[in-house]
């Protein structure tokens, strides 16, 4: 077993524990605590808290110190799938093989739990104990940047207002390194600055970018051609842009491969044999 498969193992199951127990303690109404927790303790994949406490381990830092920065991440990323299976959104009626969120406690609820859980995942920044004032203003300043108008929603933008657009490959590229890459990026640079290791943040947000569209052409691949067991959610609209869609299965599987490759090769520069072995697992991930 490797590294990081040993590491996930351990620190799964510990780290919904945890989110729960949180959740669980805090004064919300019931019926949106149900919700938080329906779409946050889930099958996914948790890949973005587990590369953070990954990336501290690594810099040889106790990183359960660090679980609730985890859950921040974590909560950013969950509010966005709930806003994104909405009907106005992508309309998706499953997520992680269970209905999504709206179907289950309505459309009213699944937008204020999106909305309850933003500003907690600043909360729970501020109110790390751990992380100095400075790298804590860091923190929340990245977090606000590539999850907002900069970022993320940013690349919903582009996204679902697409048809206004003259789609291009660099127009696919820009929308997919805002849209996913820019979540998948942020754990390698909070663990920088958690862990004091600035020096390390150009080229982890290199390695992030790539490893971004890699990890967003495997999606696309396995969104078309994924079983609905292991994906746990249906196709996705064919009418929609995608890498697959643009480029076809051929061109996809070498793109795939090219910027994984040099998301490896940024992480010899970085001399970080977990970034190599994490690119190859992505490459070759079945859900």
């Not at 329906?38 to 830092?61: A, E, H, Q, T, V």
């Not at 090219?258 to 490459?283: D, G, M, V």
Request: neutral net charge; aromatic residues 12%.
């Amino acid at each position: 077993m490797s590294y990081i498969d040993k590491f996930i193992e351990e620190n799964k199951e510990q780290f919904n524990y945890y989110a729960k127990s949180k959740i669980n303690k805090m004064n919300i109404p019931t019926e949106l605590k149900e919700s938080i927790l329906y779409s946050l303790i889930s099958n996914g994949k948790k890949i973005r808290p587990l590369i953070f406490l990954m990336m501290l381990d690594y810099y040889k830092i106790e990183y359960k110190k660090y679980y609730d920065i985890a859950l921040s991440l974590e909560l950013i990323h969950v509010y966005s799938l709930i806003h994104d299976d909405l009907p106005a959104m992508d309309n998706d009626n499953y997520r992680w093989g269970k209905l999504t969120n709206h179907k289950k406690f309505g459309e009213d609820v699944a937008i204020l739990s999106g909305d309850a859980m933003q500003p907690l995942a600043y909360e729970l920044i501020v109110n790390n104990d751990y992380v100095m004032c400075s790298n804590k203003l860091q923190l929340v300043d990245l977090l606000a940047r590539y999850s907002g108008s900069e970022g993320m929603v940013a690349g919903q933008i582009y996204d679902i207002k697409e048809s206004n657009y003259k789609i291009s490959s660099d127009y696919l590229k820009n929308m997919h390194k805002l849209k996913t890459g820019r979540l998948i990026t942020l754990p390698f640079l909070f663990s920088a600055i958690v862990s004091d290791n600035l020096c390390d943040l150009k080229l982890l947000k290199r390695f992030g970018e790539e490893l971004g569209i890699a990890y967003q052409i495997k999606d696309d691949i396995l969104d078309y051609y994924g079983e609905f067991k292991k994906i746990g959610k249906l196709p996705s609209d064919e009418k929609k842009i995608t890498y697959l869609s643009f480029y076809g299965i051929e061109n996809c599987q070498k793109m795939l491969i090219e910027h994984t490759n040099e998301a490896k090769r940024i992480s010899k520069k970085l001399n970080n044999n977990f970034l190599y072995q994490l690119s190859e697992i992505l490459l070759k991930r079945n859900s």
